[in-house]
């Protein structure tokens, strides 16, 4: 297989790549998203596969870990002749031309256009908390929800709900900050986190900084829920009435409140070092 190469901004293959690469209501709408970088392209390939396109700059191809990544989908291609399905289209761009898609600046030069996984696309029937999960309330800020996701799959909690107004997990900013972490999750949007809760067959976890109990005092062996919410306002009053529980993170009165990404890191080490003690 050979590399594709298109010279010209008016190549309809290209448009599609700059709206893909620009526009949230285009990715959304075709299910697509991009992948910026070597070690988000590694980490598909490692835990989803082939991508539906590699897009590669001309100056990127001497790079060894851009010609390992070509190499790799050359040989799926090669050896699934039969099955497109499995077969990675590799497009060469011109430096000029790649650099509008790029979503890194001074990135190497290689991106994959991927499929969201079916696990994170809106409108799944009826999602059940019947295991350990993190529970996400209008988490607005992408670096924020990257760091979330990558403590998730760090701490073990591989089920990720997010309600509506949380920001869009599959937006390149946020798989940035992911660092891979979203292709060993199984990540679900848009859900009602009201009706998740009351049907849960596991405890529900929300923390306060007024609460009595503490996330050291409480037994967090059995696998459990954690349920977390906006920067600013925090959990809505109406899912911290519905949670088994509120804990608080013990903290120096100087600081009136943690990062949610830190509090979710410090909550989720803490079940993971009860459990494993």
């Known amino acids: ?22 526009s949230a209501q285009a990715r959304r709408k075709s299910g697509m998203t991009l992948l910026d970088g070597v070690h988000l392209c590694e980490a598909w390939l490692q835990h989803r596969g082939m991508p539906a396109l590699c897009v590669v700059a001309e100056s990127a191809l001497s790079h060894p870990e851009v010609a390992a990544i070509l190499a790799q989908c050359e040989s799926n291609a090669n050896a699934s002749a039969d099955s497109s399905a499995d077969a990675a289209e590799c497009i060469l761009l011109s ?13 190497v030069g290689i991106l994959f256009v991927v499929k969201v996984p079916d696990a994170a696309s809106s409108g799944q029937a009826s999602p059940s908390l019947q295991s350990a999960a993190l529970l996400l309330d209008s988490v607005q800020d992408p670096g924020n929800l990257g760091t979330i996701l990558r403590t998730a799959a760090a701490a073990g909690v591989h089920n990720i709900f997010c309600g509506p107004g949380t920001a869009a997990v599959w937006s390149p900013k946020v798989l940035r900050a992911g660092m891979g ?79 949610v990404a830190a509090s979710v890191a410090i909550c989720l080490f803490e079940q993971r070092r009860q459990q494993h003690s």
Not at 182 to 210: C, G, K, M, N, R
Not at 224 to 229: P, T
């Open 95 to 107: 430096d000029a031309l790649f650099t509008p898609l790029g979503q890194v600046e001074h990135g």
């Open 181 to 259: 972490a979203h292709f060993v999750l199984e990540i679900t949007e848009d859900v009602d986190l009201a009706q998740l809760i009351q049907h849960a067959s596991v405890p529900v976890y929300a923390t306060q900084p007024d609460a009595p109990n503490t996330i050291y005092t409480a037994d967090l062996r059995v696998p459990s829920a954690w349920l977390f919410g906006h920067e600013g306002q925090g959990v809505s009053e109406q899912l911290l009435s519905l949670a088994t529980e509120r804990l608080s993170i013990p903290q120096s009165t100087q600081v009136e409140s943690l990062n």
């Open 1 to 22: 297989m050979s590399l594709r190469s298109i010279q010209s901004r008016d190549n309809a293959h290209y448009k599609q790549l700059r709206q893909w690469a620009s």
